[in-house]
């Protein structure tokens, strides 16, 4: 630790070092975190982009819009929605607030100057990036028109290119897998000593959960690319049922990792929500050990009900109703959460910063999402919705509006810690209201399309659905302009904003007791006696 | 970094490693041995069962878990019971189908 702890300190871990290798060789996992934030922009942008196509092209019954390059009727709209969903599940919002806020929060949080294997969250990131350059290679190779999910037997018998991108989402698993281990561990080994477990802030209660979930799930989609190379190049019987194999084995196993890492998305979300709810109404969080609990049962229950993706694949009976009942008992440690969450804003002394704005946003959407979830999970209705633009309205509720909204969130509510800088709290107010105005306009009509018949993945479709489809896709346009207008502010307040205080929204967990932007060891002084994460001071802050 | 060598570390003979790596390499034989024996339906769970018992000893001897902290064999047993249960819900189709 520096001596000259008295005087704030002026080197922090931002400008301690300066030059593109202090950066590309950093093991300081708060310029990791950074790296990381940089990374994920420049994928989401792409991401975004490919969905701006996407809603374009659905503006109109007729396939009129990506048609260029001689491209066969709907074939490019197969490739850019395989694309957009492949960048923004794997590159996007499976790691996002891992690997940026975790990684730059995390070791503060429980008074740790980094991680426990800083090394290999260097390499991690690396992983991370490589697989992204494969995914957007794949481009290069005409790009694969599978959707994310890779069915077989369609995705071994397409035309198109579909090993690259599997390629990468493997080698991004990797990434994931080594951030998982890294802050399971950081978590066991490097807590201060007087923070015992139920002194942990919940955002590095649900990091713990999540980092389980990858180490478990993660492998097991390598296990299946593996399984499927075994196939191809070997002729070994796994999935294709000429051969003695069965298809549906691929639902299994692809599933068995991609239900859980719709946790892996959603449970540091709801951390974070719970830092802020609780810090921007000034009161002791509601029920900690039960939202803690809640997300270890997420985490656990949530890796049990992977084929309800799958009732209408052909699996037995018994498996559907199995698998359908257990659905329902996600809902119970969900809805702990929110609950609490709500009887912690009770009688708050509440503020309406930008990030408390955003996370009720959160909480009103994700109810959409969950709720609209759980007629999903009932077999017999699952069996009309299956497939329809009902299913893209739920889960895009729920990974965009949801984790994706608390992506935001949480970047306004650690941007002057990262940055030391403030921003303009008007702006982000208006980009906040916009965005929740343009993603309901955008995703609403989707149920009810979808309800009434509208297939998911089709570039063309009945004259019934135009209406639906067009007050889409203008609400498509409201929201990527409040998403511009969302970063032009904070990277205008990271260029020229004013100086932040150290805790500019008075919160009460360890990240706050530092300056801001952080030391590069984090902290000049630990205070002397570890504070309760949800102790708030009597005074009230201005 | 932290305190983790300060602990005591149980450390194994060579001679010990040897007994353990020739037990691995019988079992091995056996595998392949009973593969050449048609046991009908158990078949399977034989080559299993010998799997099982290489693996822990792999993991108990080879990889410490036998001398670590408990919590370690807790997290590994917890991995395990989720994998038991993929395998059996998986089977709540197959078995039926």
């Known amino acids: 630790m520096s001596e000259a702890a008295v005087d704030k300190p002026k080197v922090n871990y931002y400008n301690a070092k300066s030059g593109i290798m202090s950066w590309l060789t950093t093991t300081d996992h708060k310029r990791l975190g950074i790296m990381y934030l940089y990374s994920l922009g420049v994928f989401f942008a792409f991401a975004v982009f490919m969905a701006f196509l996407l809603r374009l092209e659905l503006f109109t019954p007729e396939i009129d819009v990506l048609t260029f390059g001689g491209a066969q009727a709907g074939d490019l709209y197969n490739r850019i929605l395989t694309l957009h969903g492949i960048v923004m599940v794997f590159l996007f919002i499976v790691p996002g607030l891992p690997a940026v806020f975790g990684n730059f929060c995390l070791p503060i949080m429980i008074g740790a100057e980094d991680v426990f294997f800083p090394r290999i969250n260097l390499l991690s990131w690396y992983c991370y990036v490589l697989g992204g350059l494969f995914a957007i290679f794949s481009i290069a190779l005409g790009g694969p028109d599978t959707g994310w999910t890779f069915y077989v037997p369609y995705s071994t018998t397409t035309g198109h290119n579909v090993y690259v991108p599997v390629l990468a989402a493997f080698i991004v698993g990797w990434s994931s897998i080594l951030t998982g281990l890294n802050f399971v561990t950081t978590v066991h080994r490097l807590r201060n000593k007087n923070m015992s477990w139920f002194k942990m802030p919940l955002f590095v209660w649900s990091l713990y959960a999540t980092g389980w979930v990858q180490i478990i799930a993660t492998p097991v989609i390598g296990i299946l690319l593996l399984l499927v190379m075994m196939e191809k190049v070997f002729g070994i019987p796994v999935f294709d049922p000429r051969i003695g194999g069965d298809p549906v084995l691929f639902e299994h196993i692809f599933w068995i990792y991609s239900h859980p890492a719709v946790y892996i998305m959603i449970l540091p979300a709801m951390g974070v929500v719970s830092e802020i709810i609780a810090t921007f109404s000034r009161k002791t969080i509601f029920g900690y050990h039960f939202i803690a609990y809640s997300s270890i049962a997420i985490a656990a229950i949530g890796s049990l009900v992977w084929a309800h993706h799958m009732f209408t694949s052909g699996m037995a009976n018994e498996a559907r109703v199995i698998f359908s009942f257990l659905t329902f008992f996600v809902a119970v440690p969900s809805a702990v959460k929110v609950f609490n969450w709500i009887a912690t804003m009770y009688k708050g002394s509440i503020r309406l910063s930008p990030p408390m704005v955003y996370t009720m946003m959160f909480i009103l959407i994700f109810s959409i999402g969950g709720f609209t979830g759980l007629h999903l999970g009932a077999l017999s209705v699952d069996i009309h919705l299956h497939d329809t633009a009902f299913v893209v309205a739920h889960f895009h509720y729920v990974m965009f509006g949801s984790a994706g909204i608390i992506f935001f969130a949480a970047m306004h509510y650690w941007f002057p810690k990262m940055s030391g800088k403030l921003y303009n709290e008007v702006v982000a107010h208006i980009a906040g209201v916009l965005f929740f105005i343009g993603f309901n306009a955008t995703y609403f009509p989707l149920f009810i399309a979808g309800y009434l018949g509208m297939p998911r993945r089709y570039a063309s479709y009945l004259p019934e659905y135009e209406f639906y489809h067009k007050f889409s896709t203008i609400g498509s346009w409201v929201m990527i302009f409040s998403m511009l207008l969302m970063f032009g502010n904070l990277i205008y307040a990271a260029r020229k904003g004013k100086k932040s205080s150290d805790n500019p929204w008075g919160g009460a967990t360890l990240e706050w007791h530092t300056s801001s932007p952080p030391p590069t060891l984090n902290f000049d002084k630990l205070p002397d006696d570890i504070p309760g994460s949800y102790d708030y001071p009597l005074e009230v802050v201005k | ?97």
């Open chain 2, 1 to 97: 970094m932290s305190g983790a060598h300060a602990e005591e570390e149980h450390i194994s003979s060579y001679g010990f490693y040897v007994k353990i790596w020739l037990a691995l390499l019988f079992l091995t034989f056996m595998t392949v041995s009973v593969s050449y024996v048609d046991m009908k339906k158990f078949t399977l769970f034989t080559a299993m069962l010998v799997a099982t018992v290489k693996a822990g000893l792999v993991v108990l001897f080879f990889m410490h878990i036998r001398f670590d902290k408990p919590i370690f064999g807790v997290m590994l047993m917890v991995t395990l019971i989720e994998y038991l249960i993929f395998i059996v819900l998986t089977f709540s189709d197959y078995a039926y189908r």
